[in-house]
């Protein structure tokens, strides 16, 4: 299972990004995926997350209303439209995946695959 992040970069407070997590050697439909983020000296932490179909999405209440996560899985890839972006959004963002049913508990140790982390910087 391999999951690659990317999208991150720089952007001024109130822009926008997209993250991308696209999987290789494997298909993403069988799978939740999740997205964390750790900014720094600060524990990792979950923002979003969508069940395998879709059907279900979590958000943290931080970023309600701001970030959309969506999948696609034609193209075995799954978003996250991070909106009116916060200089408290700064962090390296990870995407994960879980094919079990722990991902419901939207922690980082109910994901059993992990990605490299892209860099999100959001400057006031």
């Known amino acids: 299972v391999q999951l690659q992040a990317s999208g991150g970069g720089l952007v001024q407070a109130g822009g926008s990004l997209r993250l991308s997590c696209a999987a290789s050697?494997?298909?993403?439909?069988?799978?939740?995926i999740g997205w964390f983020r750790q900014a720094p000296g600060k524990e990792r932490e979950g923002v979003s997350c969508?069940?395998?179909?879709?059907?279900?999405?979590y958000y943290a209440d931080s970023v309600k209303g701001r970030f959309t996560i969506s999948r696609d899985n034609a193209k075995n890839t799954v978003y996250l439209q991070m909106n009116s972006l916060k200089p408290e959004d700064t962090a390296v963002y990870y995407c994960?995946?879980?094919?079990?049913?722990?991902?419901?508990?939207?922690?980082?140790?109910?994901?059993?695959?992990w990605g490299q982390g892209t860099l999100v910087t959001v400057s006031s």
């Open positions: 994960a995946a879980e094919s079990s049913s722990l991902w419901v508990w939207f922690l980082p140790r109910s994901f059993g695959s």
């Open positions: 050697g494997f298909t993403l439909d069988y799978y939740a």
């Open positions: 969508i069940s395998s179909s879709g059907g279900s999405t």
